[in-house]
């Protein structure tokens, strides 16, 4: 079993930390703003991870929003002892660890619930509008209630509406293509073959990275032919039946009636 590391808490000037160069995690502005929210709220609950020479091994997004909050000093951990190769893999297990959790939606709907009954904004909570949207109007319920159709929720998607709050979004506005541009450099750099390249081109495009809000307030100013694109590509569904025959819910569709058929 490998000795315990000596940890030193210590507050340090934003100025004097050093991100690191071949951090692979990216914040887009939309997240360091949310970050910066949640700290206004809540405070610097979470301190930022240093080497002994101020090197971020990880919070760098904590980092970026202290600095768009204009904060001179952050809560710090220094991490002792930490070998290179350890450094680096901390890196990457500080980002990738919590994406393999996952939620009970209806616990999760049920906190939502709440912290709506107690006026809280639950825009701090990280999630954006559309699984919010989603969540509240999809998942769980009073079967009573739904019954005596007094719910406010459902599971039909056709149901769902959508208010536009007016913003104006340019496509290039809806979405991060950072991963995919550091990829596309990376493959054409790349000695593969052109069946290699072109074949890995295709898997660089899974890593666009959607703000759905934005994608929504497009929608809804968009004209008839770009609405129709928009749904038959599953970036918005307005019509459940049309987004199954589409491809997007055809796993869904298959399991609700495997599901079914075994009760």
Not at 35 to 49: D, R
Not at 92 to 111: C, F, R, S, V, Y
Not at 230 to 236: D, H
Request: with cysteine; charged share 30%.
């Amino acid at each position: 079993m490998a000795k315990p590391k000596h940890y030193q808490h210590s507050i340090q000037k934003v100025s004097d930390l050093i991100p690191y160069v071949n951090n692979s995690r990216t914040h887009s502005d939309e997240q360091v703003t949310q970050i910066a929210s949640s700290i206004k709220e809540f405070g610097f609950t979470s301190p930022v991870l240093i080497d002994e020479k101020g090197g971020i091994v990880a919070g760098h997004g904590r980092v970026m929003a202290a600095q768009k909050l204009k904060l001179d000093e952050v809560p710090c951990i220094t991490l002792e002892g930490l070998t290179e190769a350890q450094k680096k893999a901390y890196v990457i297990a500080d980002n990738q660890l919590p994406l393999n959790a996952g939620w009970d939606l209806d616990k999760l709907k049920l906190e939502i619930d709440g912290l709506v009954d107690l006026d809280f904004d639950i825009n701090l909570l990280g999630f954006d509008d559309v699984f919010l949207d989603g969540l509240l109007d999809v998942v769980g319920g009073d079967s009573d209630s739904q019954e005596d159709g007094d719910s406010p929720y459902t599971d039909k998607i056709e149901g769902l509406t959508y208010e536009s709050t007016g913003e104006i979004y340019a496509p290039s506005d809806t979405f991060d293509s950072t991963k995919v541009s550091e990829l596309l450099s990376d493959i054409e750099k790349s000695s593969l073959n052109e069946d290699e390249k072109m074949f890995l081109r295709a898997a660089a495009t899974r890593h666009y990275c959607f703000n759905y809000s934005h994608v929504a307030e497009l929608y809804s100013t968009s004209d008839i032919e770009m609405q129709t694109l928009m749904e038959k590509s599953a970036l918005v569904i307005v019509d459940y039946d049309k987004a199954v025959e589409n491809g997007y819910a055809k796993l869904r569709e298959v399991i609700g009636d495997d599901y079914k058929a075994n009760r």
